[in-house]
């Protein structure tokens, strides 16, 4: 009975939830057939006592995305409604989205709880990857040195290498409640960088070459050898690469700024993800690719490659990125920068129309009639899971009212991104009143009035 209130729903608001039905097939499963646990599953189903126990909050987690679907599906073919409710249509809405938001905000809970457990096993796998890629060069020092004999810069090379992954190493074990390496990368949203990251591999490729360069120096022998090293650290030679450096490096302050403001402005909305993903680089907070962050990863990895190539070759000097090439990463990181400034942008109510079922005559607006908000934005980017959906708030005069999900087979059908549907309640005094939504993200849309009659 539930199901049928808001079939009227625009098709784009239903499928905004789809992608959190594809997630745990699998999990939905377990869940129908008892979510019994099979031989040697132990204590580690998502409720041990174990403390931070990895195993535990994966399980809690799958266990109760797997029962929230479940139970969504089940409310959206019209099954179990308890027969208190069942008679009225706005009585069974209410518990249904009443019960729907209980049972996400455990999903929300348990997932939180995952991605700490997540974020605290990465300090290692961060450290080991370090550590395989001194491996790495070591192999590929000693297959080129075949032939043409090892040399005072290869050894500087391996040793500059070395220092910095123990430097990084230490700076995981210190952040490894924090996703170790990685922690000054992720962002204040939980989510890996795209500005952070292209900087941070700029300051550490620097690092290793200025490294080289000392090893280099410490070895050499004579007058000419050490003088000539120095002059390798003039800015003629590194001009390029010392402005590709500080571009990236202020872009990823300055992006961090734009940001911030723009959310306190009300003009970027943004909600915190669980954990942080590597999709993240390239992606938006919707998990949709970005156009601006991904030329901006792949010509700075390209940069950064060619600058490796030229260190390989003169390990005497810094990296003598040509102007060409610095140019484009100008170029690109000016667009990144662009692309920060007009992403995102406040919701805003467009029109309010009563909500009319088929058959209903023609009326005005009055208390316990259903309004149709109409506009854009309603749904900030990464929140259409089910606990940031049952966030969403309108406000019709003084009376503030919870926005009901409505289940549909894979998703909800409300609220949507450009339409969402609620009744007016009986407290809201007829006469003339301002209607405005408050999204999960805290933002607030323009005041929008309409007229209650009795």
């Known amino acids: 009975m539930a199901t049928g209130v808001f079939s009227g729903l625009s098709e784009a608001a239903i499928r905004s939830g789809r992608g959190e039905g594809r997630a ?56 179990g409604l308890p027969a208190a409710v069942a008679h009225s249509v706005s009585a069974s809405r209410q518990w249904v989205s009443e019960e729907l938001t209980q049972s ?18 990465l300090w290692l796998r961060t450290a080991v990857t370090v550590w395989a890629v001194v491996v790495a060069l070591l ?22 290498a070395l220092v910095v992954a123990g430097a990084l190493t230490a700076a995981s074990w210190f952040h490894r409640a924090r996703g170790g390496a990685l922690a000054p990368v992720i962002g204040e949203d939980n989510r890996l960088s795209t500005s952070r990251a292209v900087a941070a591999a700029w300051v550490l490729f620097v690092a290793y070459a200025v490294l080289v360069l000392v090893g280099r120096l410490a070895a050499a022998s004579g007058h000419a050898e050490r003088d000539a090293l120095i002059a390798g650290l003039d800015l003629a030679r590194g001009a390029g690469t010392v402005t590709v450096l500080a571009v990236v490096c202020g872009i990823a302050v300055l992006v961090r700024r734009v940001v911030g403001l723009r959310v306190l402005g009300q003009r970027l909305q943004k909600v915190r993800a669980h954990r942080p993903r590597a999709a993240d680089l390239l992606t938006d907070d919707a998990g949709r690719g970005a156009f601006a962050d991904i030329q901006y990863a792949v010509i700075c990895a390209v940069a950064l490659a060619f600058a490796a190539v030229r260190l390989g070759r003169r390990p005497d000097q810094l990296p003598d990125l040509p102007w060409g090439l610095a140019v484009v990463v100008l170029v690109s990181a000016a667009t990144y920068l662009a692309g920060k400034y007009a992403e995102g942008g406040r919701p805003v109510i467009l029109s309010v129309v009563r909500s009319r079922e088929a058959g209903d005559l023609d009326a005005p607006i009055r208390t316990g009639d259903d309004i149709e908000i109409r506009g854009a934005g309603f749904v900030p980017p990464g929140a259409q899971t089910a606990d940031r959906l049952s966030r969403m708030v309108v406000r019709i005069g003084p009376v503030h009212v919870h926005v009901p999900l409505v289940p549909v087979t894979g ?7 450009d339409v969402l549907t609620v009744p007016v309640p009986a407290d809201v005094e007829p006469g003339r009143l301002e209607v405005q939504v408050v999204t999960a993200a805290g933002v607030e849309t323009n005041r929008y009035t309409i007229d209650v009659t009795d």
Do not use: I, Y
């Not at 019994?36 to 995305?65: F, K, L, M, Q």
């Not at 998703?411 to 991104?417: I, L, V, W």
């Open 139 to 160: 192999l590929a020092q000693s297959l080129t040195a075949v032939g043409a004999g090892w040399t005072a810069a290869r050894t500087a090379g391996l040793l500059a």
């Open 104 to 121: 996400a905000e455990l999903v929300a809970e348990r997932g939180r709880a995952e991605g700490e457990a997540w974020l605290g096993r």
């Open 411 to 417: 998703g909800f059908s409300n609220p949507g991104d």
């Open 24 to 79: 745990s097939d699998v999990a939905v499963q377990d869940a129908r057939q008892g979510a019994s646990p099979g031989p040697g599953a132990g204590s580690h189903e998502g409720g041990c006592a174990c403390g931070d126990c990895p195993h535990g909050a994966r399980e809690g987690h799958r266990r109760a995305v797997a029962a929230f679907l479940v139970k969504r599906d089940e409310f959206a073919a019209g099954q």
